[in-house]
């Protein structure tokens, strides 16, 4: 079996090696010669999977390491009876860590304080669940909208999206879609952008697009910064609006789910995909594919009060600070237009917070709500 992968997907020269032999390609680059004879194509989001690039090749498995799949044309995979699958859940952890990540931030920096606010979540997938369920633990209140769901998870009230712009900290976790019932694109336009008042927070990790970008910049400067923006996705990427960039407390190169074991799961995956769908038995076990983390233990200081605790537990895991200022000094100097894809492919990779036990005599209970592995003393 010849298997043509995408060269950042983690692990996948020794899981797939057994099936047959696998060559890495640049994703963004890849065309429809590389192709020819292959059987299984694996991809990232960055390799648009339709008939131009599929179209005179062989191939009949098409597996994408990713959550999102608007990279990909179901509808022609369907018609030429080439078998997909994508990564369902395998990063939403390392999303909310994110979130959570970009909001201990704005606390240390800015005094923001998210817990006892109202937090609004569009799209309640894996992702938005998993990110309005530790809200809901912490005792946040929580207000969702998702069109396509009439119930989400305990504690999580379905709203419109109008009532959900209206919330203190408002996150983005919508799939990009540009047809359909409910059209995703562009759908938190001008109307809705304009109307967000200062004070507020968008944490945006759901796909560029989503949210109009230009408004979002009218709005930034109407309010006189006033806004706490912290984006990881962006219209037209790799080449991000840098004028909003600067604007924002975090901008990110599209890393949210960028955790270790977050992408090590996206390969691990499409194997066990593939091997159901070529009816062959899996050799490797999740624990072969799924890296532990490099923190096992940390022990909080129990003088602490409640806001600064958690955030310094999630910063001492995952700063996304970092990650931002890579983003934009980088983008910013040497490489503005290979930037994006650099960073991506040279991030430093993070544990997610479920490979860490925080030890916190206090607040044991709000460190597991965030994800933590945890004991009480
Ligand atoms: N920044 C990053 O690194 C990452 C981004 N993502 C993005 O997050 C998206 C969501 O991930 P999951 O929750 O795991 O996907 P999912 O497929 O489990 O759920 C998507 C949810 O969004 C809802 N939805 C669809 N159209 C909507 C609309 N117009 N408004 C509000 N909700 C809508 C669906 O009903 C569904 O409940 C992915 O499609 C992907 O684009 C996912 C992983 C990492
Ligand atoms: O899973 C998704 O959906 C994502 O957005 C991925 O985290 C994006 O990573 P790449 O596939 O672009 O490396």
Redesign the pocket.
């Known amino acids: 079996m010849k298997i043509i992968a995408d060269e ?1 997907m983690p692990n996948v020269v020794n899981l797939f090696s057994d099936l047959g032999e696998v060559t890495l390609v640049n994703g963004r680059t890849l065309t429809a010669e590389q192709l020819v004879d292959t059987d299984v194509l694996l991809v ?3 390799t648009k999977v339709n008939e131009a690039l599929l179209s005179g090749t062989s191939v009949k498995y098409v597996g994408s ?4 799949t608007d990279h990909i044309d179901t509808e022609y995979l369907n018609s030429q009876g080439i078998g997909f699958n994508s ?1 369902p859940g ?2 939403a952890d390392a999303v909310a860590d994110y979130v959570f990540s970009a909001l201990a931030y704005l606390y240390m920096t800015k005094g923001v304080r998210w817990l006892g606010a109202r937090i609004g979540v569009v799209g309640q997938g894996n992702v938005g669940r998993c990110v309005a369920a530790r809200f809901v633990a912490l005792g946040c209140e929580v207000v969702a909208y998702d069109p396509f769901l009439q119930k989400s998870v305990p504690g999580v009230t379905l709203i419109s999206l109008k009532d959900v712009m209206d919330s203190d900290v408002i996150c983005l976790h919508a799939p990009l879609t540009k047809t359909g019932p409910y059209p995703s694109f562009d759908m938190i336009n001008d109307e809705y952008v304009a109307k967000l008042k200062a004070g507020q927070t968008i944490v945006s990790a759901g ?1 560029g697009g989503v949210i109009n970008e230009q408004a979002l910049i009218k709005q930034f400067y109407a309010l006189e910064g006033q806004l706490n923006l912290a984006l990881d ?1 962006w219209l037209g990427e790799p080449h991000p609006n840098m004028e909003l960039a600067a604007l924002c407390d975090i901008a990110t190169p ?1 890393i ?3 955790s270790k074991q ?2 090590e799961k ?1 390969t691990w995956y499409i194997y066990q995909s593939l091997c159901q769908f070529f009816d062959i038995s899996a050799k490797s076990s999740f624990a072969d594919a799924v890296s532990q983390g490099s923190i096992c233990e940390l022990k909080m200081n129990s003088s602490l009060e409640r806001d600064e605790a958690l955030a310094r537990a999630i910063q001492a895991c995952f700063d996304v600070a970092r990650d931002s200022a890579r983003f934009k000094h980088v983008m910013s100097s040497f490489a503005k237009d290979k930037g994006f894809d650099w960073l ?1 492919k040279n991030y430093v990779e993070r544990d997610e917070f479920n490979t860490t036990i925080v030890k916190h005599a206090k607040f044991a209970h709000d460190l597991a709500a965030l994800g933590f592995l945890h004991k009480s003393h």
Not at 65 to 68: E, R
């Open positions: 950042n990232r989001s960055v390491a990713t959550i999102g990564a395998c990063n796909r996705v599209h949210a789910g960028y977050g992408r996206g991506r």
